[in-house]
């Protein structure tokens, strides 16, 4: 299946003429962006699909978080004559939807007309059979019909025919019926880690009456099968993967680059695992067994191998030295690959597909890295793609220090913009040859003494002394990281200030420090604080509060930058 292909099924084209265009919205992503770092909109989707600008117009909302048939028109005259279609109640629709609890009777109809689901013009009134079919006034919407389809301990699958123009109404009609859908927001607490509150309501059938032909027509989206699984109280796993997968639709019609986030463990409703894009890998990372049990393992991994492109899913554990509480103050970077945990003996377990190549070459924003799924450490942090872009455009004419340079990302970002010079720190000589790699497969010139094996700070002491300057340093530091005595030399908590206040001491005037963490129990404030700190008279300026890529940004504290100006 190709990628066009598996977008089409994500989000289908239902039908298509001179003045409209109807589509299957998938759960995950909004219709239109409405500020910068979220996944792209069903909108911008839909632009790079079909290769074309042409402005669409939105004439009725489904929720982020639902899913189902979506109405758009192609003039705002057109547009404007749907809507009032909607306001009048001249539409038919029929929702699919899982909602809490049992209901007592078979079908329900309900009269009401309602406001938002904070609140309500007058209060409901179910109605028997009967009396539904009279009207409580000439302008007044017809009932709400709830429908029992099949019912489980704890859930109910249930259809819903309404002509009511919007979801919150809705919403409250079940309210009324003392129904609540799975995943409705209301009522319910909530955090910004915490599990996505995905909604068990699809709008399955849509009847239109089509603005030039003169005639109705119906469009349909066939209800989620998870819909009927959660009503016999099983799991929802695939649905929530297609929803992830669904915010980052844009990074699979990206094709300057293959290798980037898939889900987010208990931020996007999967506790406990983590998946990774790494070209023909799925990476999936164990962040807590106990949620993470195999059978969930094994049915991601069957679910991932349909990506186009995709030959093998592998499977491993979270650092040993990382917490498996998501959510926890531990980052998830360790010093030394050979250090971290694994899945079972001999490193990442392949779960799906076949074995690969034991160093595929991924494309980032066209440059190219070489990374390693079936080890310990991959080799490349995919938090950071929007960062090594912003390093590429900064670097022309500039000499640039990236400590704690790992595989060199940030290094082969700022050569292939034009750097005068690169320098890459780390203590790895394993990671320093895996860097010279990633600048041959970019065809970036590369010199024996701007890869340094040193400390951090033995580093910046010697740079010093010999009065070097640097226009642009990058610090994106470890959580922790083993001496060459194999005792921790550096705990980011700790010492990340004094790194900071010598990097200031070598930064050229006017310089730039991009400074980045993934730990947890760190703010971004921190970070303001360390570079206040170790500033002196210099008094940085901010220039960026970088936002993660929107594959990241599900989980707001998955990792932290700031880019300062010293003058």
């Not at 023909?280 to 393992?297: C, F, S, W, Y």
């Not at 340079?405 to 750097?419: D, K």
């Amino acid at each position: 299946m190709s990628t066009p292909s598996i977008v089409r099924q994500l989000c289908p084209l239902l039908h298509e003429d001179d003045d409209i265009l109807v589509v299957g919205k998938p759960p995950g992503i909004d219709l239109e962006r409405t500020r910068a770092g979220e996944p792209a909109s069903l909108l911008e989707v839909l632009a790079l699909v079909r290769g074309s600008s042409e402005k669409c117009h939105i004439v009725h909302r489904l929720g982020r978080n639902e899913s189902g048939v979506v109405v758009l028109g192609k003039s705002r005259n057109v547009a404007d004559q749907l809507r009032k279609g909607f306001r009048t109640h001249q539409m038919g629709l029929e929702f699919a939807a899982v909602v809490r609890g049992q209901m007592e009777r078979a079908r329900v109809a309900i009269t009401a007309v309602h406001g938002t689901s904070r609140g309500q013009r007058r209060p409901p009134r179910r109605t028997g059979k009967s009396e539904a079919r009279r009207a409580v006034r000439a302008d007044a919407p017809p009932p709400t019909v709830i429908q029992r389809l099949r019912a489980g301990r704890r859930c109910t699958l249930v259809t819903i025919n309404t002509t009511l123009d919007n979801v919150h109404a809705l919403r409250a009609q079940l309210r009324a019926a003392g129904l609540t859908a799975l995943g409705d927001p209301v009522g319910q607490r909530g955090s910004r880690t915490g599990p996505c509150p995905l909604s068990c309501l699809h709008l399955a059938r849509l009847v239109v009456p089509h603005p030039t032909l003169g005639r109705k027509l119906t469009f349909t989206s066939a209800p989620p099968a998870a819909f009927a699984q959660l009503a016999q109280d099983d799991s929802d796993l695939e649905r929530r993967l297609e929803a992830a997968l669904a915010r980052r639709l844009a990074c699979l019609l990206d094709g300057s680059t293959d290798a980037y986030g898939l889900l987010l463990g208990r931020a996007e409703g999967v506790p406990g695992v983590q998946a990774e894009r790494f070209g023909p890998v799925v990476l999936l990372t164990v962040l807590d067994g106990r949620r993470a049990t195999p059978e969930l393992l094994e049915r991601a991994a069957h679910w991932y191998l349909r990506l186009p492109g995709v030959r093998g899913v592998y499977a491993k554990e979270a650092s040993r030295q990382s917490t498996v509480r998501e959510g926890a103050g531990v980052g998830r970077r360790g010093a030394e690959a050979d250090q971290e945990g694994e899945f079972g003996p001999g490193g990442p377990a392949l779960l799906a597909g076949r074995e690969v190549e034991p160093r595929p070459v991924v494309r980032e924003r066209g440059l190219w890295y070489q990374v390693a799924p079936g080890e310990g450490s991959v080799g490349l942090y995919l938090d950071q793609r929007e960062n090594r872009a912003r390093v590429r455009e900064l670097a022309a004419g500039r000499s640039v220090l990236n400590l704690f340079a790992y595989t060199s990302g940030f290094s082969v970002a700022a050569a292939a913009g034009g750097a005068a010079r690169v320098v890459s720190v780390d203590l790895s000589p394993k990671y320093l040859t895996w860097g010279r790699e990633n600048f041959a497969l970019n065809n970036l010139p590369i010199t024996d003494e701007d890869f340094v094996r040193a400390e951090a700070l033995d580093y910046l002491r010697t740079a010093q002394r010999r009065h070097e300057a640097f226009d642009l340093i990058v610090i994106d530091p470890p959580t922790f990281a083993h001496g060459r005595k194999g005792k921790t030399s550096f705990q980011v908590e700790r010492d990340l200030p004094r790194v900071v206040a010598d990097a200031v001491s070598v930064l050229a005037p006017d310089g730039l420090l991009l400074l980045c963490t993934n730990y947890r129990k760190l703010s971004r404030g921190f970070l303001e604080e360390c570079a206040r700190r170790a500033a002196g008279p210099r008094r940085p300026r901010v220039l960026e509060r970088p936002a993660l890529p929107p594959d990241y940004a599900a989980d707001h504290d998955y990792a932290k930058s700031i880019l300062l100006r010293f003058p």
